[in-house]
């Protein structure tokens, strides 16, 4: 901070600019500008050039900020904490913080499970496709087995209507050939299933 050049407002308070502020925090100047616009942060005092000035507690803030986007707190999130800052002991804020990273850390443990049980579920639906073996002449718009691309895990009802609508499918197609509509039937099916 001592390579900066500073200014000294009436109170001697340190001051910086926006270039300042960015090189000291991390975040550039056209992110700072939005935080502002957004309320997320304070807007700045200005100088008699009306250029932006920034305080330390500006710049604590934005250390803070950038600290809860890199581990991935929304902004909605952080935006209370931010603004208590003002006033806030530098325990309170810890104290608050530690709740917040705990929070995260929950909700990233609940990702991964959640993302651990679509990885089983790709992987099944992998094998499940790689074990199927289409009818190399058929074209899909008259395809007649749609059972190899339909997921068999699918939530609710729609897989029982899709399971359904594939066997009504099935019995069908000779019907359908002959009055020469099984194309506009088949994708009407599949656009219904999948």
């Known amino acids: 901070m001592q390579a900066c050049k500073k200014d000294r407002t009436a109170s001697d308070q340190v001051m910086f600019s926006i270039s300042q502020v960015a090189a000291l925090t991390g975040v550039n100047a056209k992110a700072i500008r939005y935080y502002e616009s957004t309320g997320v942060l304070p807007r700045p005092s200005r100088s008699d050039n009306h250029y932006r000035r920034y305080s330390l507690a500006d710049i604590n803030r934005l ?3 950038r600290c809860l986007r890199l581990v991935g707190i929304p902004l909605h999130t952080a935006k209370p904490l931010l603004s208590d ?5 530098c325990i309170d804020v810890n104290q608050k913080l530690l709740a917040l990273i705990h929070e995260r850390l929950i909700a990233i443990d609940q990702e991964l499970v959640a993302l651990q049980l679509l990885r089983t579920e ?8 790689s074990d199927c073996h289409p009818d190399e002449d058929e074209f899909f718009h008259s395809c007649h087995d749609m059972s190899c691309i339909a997921l ?3 939530p609710g009802k729609e897989n029982a209507l899709c399971q359904s609508l594939f066997s009504t499918k099935r019995a069908i197609a000779p019907a359908a050939s002959a009055l020469a509509v099984a194309g506009a039937v088949g994708a009407a099916e599949t656009s ?3």
């Not at 800052?85 to 002991?89: I, L, N, Q, Y």
């Not at 790709?122 to 496709?129: A, C």
């Open 122 to 129: 790709l992987e099944s639906y992998l094998h499940r496709l």
């Open 152 to 154: 068999q895990n699918e």
């Open 192 to 194: 219904a299933c999948c």
């Open 63 to 65: 250390i803070l900020l």
């Open 85 to 89: 800052t003002s006033d806030a002991r």
